[in-house]
């Protein structure tokens, strides 16, 4: 892949990523990027979406090559543009990250360091696979609308923790205490729900606390919800948490992190290809930890449709 920051780029930078670190660091990551030789445009996603319209249009010049400076929320903008546009196939792009975010989950799959200038350095080497994409289809204000994810999307106790998360974000809270926070505060306000689910046809149709659709390991800042996902082998990893209560998930906190959580008999997991997902009351959705949806989803894979900038070395290694 030699000579791959000869390439002509666009750097997506998000200001507000990891709750406003992305404007106080640009100067320092452009500084790194010219250092490192790297031909490109920079755009600046000034608010929630814009980073789709900005994929979108950058694809319509003809750029292929992408820079997410930003988030796990960043990447999804980037990802949902890909996916939106009809210039060219999503394959066709290959998309670098420099992570600024908050939980920056997706990386921890992908094995990219969390420095700016190691980040830098993996890009300039130019490895890249080819990594499967969830589609959500659900209802919103009456209407149908589509989404997609590239790491995980939750359901239940997931998608309030998320929405939780976002709450802080906004008041300008941030690290790994930003997710311990949100978890202890939804504990308390969380209610099972009746929900059925169909996985590849199987139906599952009791009470449940959270269900989590991986692509990618890990979500929330480092939890490994889906620690049997390979993000280019075709499948979902979906776990499924039954009626667990408090005391359940304090024992299993440490587990949630290390993936021993899943041994619990009250979880259990499943390799998907599609999966419906219907509540009679609302049921709450996140993708990539943006909030969607009431109570009805369908989710669908598009296998190896994504092309991305990884490090061999510590793919599906990292911790």
Known sequence: MGNFQK????????????????????????KMLNKSDF????AISEFPKHTISITIQAI?????????????????????????????????ITVGMIPVGTGNDWIKTFGIPIDYQEAIRIIRKGNTMRQDVGR?????????KTCYFANMAGFGFDAMVAKKTNQLKDKGRNGISLYLQALGSS??????????MVIDGKEINELFFSAS???GKYNGGGMMQAPGAIPDNGFFQVTIIRQI?????????????????????????????????????????EADGEILGDN??????????LSVIYNPEKYLKFT
Request: positive net charge; hydrophobic residues 35%.
């Open 187 to 196: 504990f308390w306000n969380y209610r099972t729900t009746r929900t059925r």
């Open 60 to 92: 319509e010049k003809g750029y292929r090559n992408l820079i997410v400076a930003g988030g796990d929320g960043t990447l999804n903008e980037t990802v949902n543009g890909i996916f939106l546009q009809s210039v060219c196939l999503p394959e066709e």
């Open 296 to 305: 009805k989803f369908e989710i669908d894979l598009f296998s190896q449709k």
């Open 136 to 144: 959500i289809t659900f209802a919103e204000n009456e209407s149908t």
């Open 39 to 42: 031909k490109y445009e920079l």
């Open 213 to 215: 659709i991986g692509i």
């Open 245 to 285: 209560g408090i005391f359940g998930i304090l024992r299993n906190l440490a587990g949630l992190y290390s993936g021993e959580f899943v041994k619990d008999p009250r979880v259990t997991t499943h390799l998907a290809g599609s999966i419906s997902i219907s509540s009679e009351k609302n049921i709450a959705g």
């Open 7 to 30: 390439r002509n780029w666009l750097v997506i930078l998000n200001p507000h990523a990891g709750s406003g670190r992305g404007k106080k660091d640009q100067s320092v990551i452009l």
